[in-house]
């Protein structure tokens, strides 16, 4: 069983397949991170901060009196962040918050991430309310994946879609998340109340041979795919993963939804 569950029982959340995620995503994070700081915030709250991993991103591109308030509601990655902003040469602080029940504890600040956190948030439309509500709301900085737009391959097309059909109906039926949220995001921030808004679609892609950084997160992403399919369809694709164990000829490509509002 790959859960990649975190302590608190969050789906794709666990310490360590956060950190290979972010390990394969390094360049277009850190591309990222330099375009937020041009925002020059003197005060940044990273919604869903786990171990600290962008907020150490973007200790390399803020001053030091830019103050970082990173909130989660695992113990466990906050005591990790802690210890991994130990050489920050500036305030920083970690809040544990349940922020869908605790969201008016959410400090106002100039910059605000919400990195792929609403796929936890059950009643998005408040949440999104709850946080323009604050003085200074500042810029609310948001990007989500979705499920559907994760493609492996090559793959014969009649496989894929079999297998999609599959992932998206167990993942719904667990209810522990929405692991296909962009669509909702897209329509909530839409109808907020902030102001000024920019969206956009990233690419994530890669194509053999893999990097040591990128093959493990994309090894780790089929296996916790083969966890929720049929014996027929996880054979199959475990049969696929073996038929080119080295990922000599693979491909992969994500699209994310990038929003700035404020
Ligand atoms: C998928 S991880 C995202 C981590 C990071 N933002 C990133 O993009 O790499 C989601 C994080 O949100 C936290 N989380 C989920 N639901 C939460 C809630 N209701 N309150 C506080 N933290 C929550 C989880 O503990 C986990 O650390």
């Not at 962008?54 to 308030?69: A, M, N, R, S, Y």
């Not at 962040?81 to 106002?108: C, G, H, M, N, Y």
Request: aromatic share 12%.
């Amino acid at each position: 069983m790959v859960s990649q569950e975190n302590s608190t029982g969050k789906p794709l959340a666990d310490f360590n397949w956060l950190a290979l995620h972010h390990r394969a995503k390094l360049p277009e994070r850190t591309t990222f991170a330099k375009r937020i700081a041009t925002l020059e915030p003197k005060s940044v709250v990273d919604l869903g901060c786990a171990s600290g991993l962008w907020l150490e991103v973007l200790d390399q591109f803020l001053p030091t009196e830019c103050e970082f308030i990173g909130i989660d509601s695992d113990e466990k990655v906050l005591n990790m962040a802690v210890q991994r902003s130990s050489s920050w040469q500036r305030k920083t602080s970690f809040i544990q918050l349940d922020l869908e029940r605790e969201a008016s504890q959410i400090p106002p600040c100039d910059l605000t991430l919400a990195f792929n956190i609403f796929p936890y948030i059950k009643n998005l439309d408040l949440f999104i309310d709850i946080l323009s509500c604050r003085v200074p709301h500042g810029t609310l900085a948001i990007r989500q994946y979705d499920g559907a737009s994760l493609r492996f391959g090559p793959m014969p097309t009649s496989k894929r879609q079999e297998i999609e059909v599959e992932l998206r109906i167990a993942t719904e039926n667990s209810k522990q998340f929405y692991h296909y949220d962009l669509d909702r995001t897209f329509k909530i921030l839409r109808q907020s109340s902030y102001q000024i808004s920019n969206y956009e679609f990233e690419l994530f892609e890669r194509s053999s041979p893999f990097t040591a950084e990128f093959l493990p997160y994309y090894k780790d992403t089929l296996l916790w795919t083969c966890q929720f399919l049929s014996k027929k369809s996880a054979d199959y694709l475990h049969t696929w993963i073996d038929a080119d164990p080295l990922m000599l000829n693979h491909y992969f490509y994500e699209v994310d939804l990038v929003a700035i509002l404020s």
